[in-house]
């Protein structure tokens, strides 16, 4: 008796992860832009945007799970490249916003330079956002190199 496995078909990692990263990346800049246009606060339209995109990711994951396990690593790069585009949005927004309070007067001024001053700004709020934005390039690198694969 002989027992042969077929081979598993291939999937193009680039024809499923460039999408999905593009579309996150489209998602997660207009929520951005939403906050920066209604007063550049964290309010509740932000958390059900954000919410939605959670959805919207969860939603592709179970659409796509049987080419994901065909793809080497597939879901750990799906889960980081939405991991790393939702926070890193949310990072670069505030280093931005913390900028240009620190630049105008008042009390918003005030705080903004407080934050400004001290080594932890840099040590947590624009190290999370530059790394955050250095792996998100760095993993559409990936995608876009299909580096991972054999």
Not at 103 to 120: K, R, V, Y
Not at 126 to 143: T, Y
Request: glycine share 10%; hydrophobic share 55%; aromatic share 8%.
């Amino acid at each position: 008796m002989t027992t042969s496995t077929l081979p598993q078909a291939s999937v193009n990692a680039r024809s499923v992860l460039l999408p999905y990263l593009l579309v996150l990346v489209v998602a997660m800049t207009a929520i951005q832009a939403v906050i920066a246009f209604t007063g550049g606060g964290i309010t509740l339209l932000a958390g059900v945007l954000t919410a939605l995109v959670a959805v919207g990711i969860a939603v592709w994951f179970w659409c796509t799970r049987r080419k994901l396990t065909k793809i080497r690593f597939g879901p750990a790069i799906a889960h980081t490249l939405a991991f790393v585009t939702v926070t890193a949005s949310f990072n670069l927004h505030a280093v931005i916003r913390t900028l240009s309070l620190g630049s105008s007067g008042g009390a918003d001024g005030a705080a903004a330079h407080e934050l400004l001053a001290t080594p932890w700004f840099g040590a947590t709020l624009v190290m999370s956002a530059a790394w955050g934005a250095g792996l998100l390039i760095h993993l559409a690198g990936v995608v876009l190199g299909r580096g991972w694969e054999d």
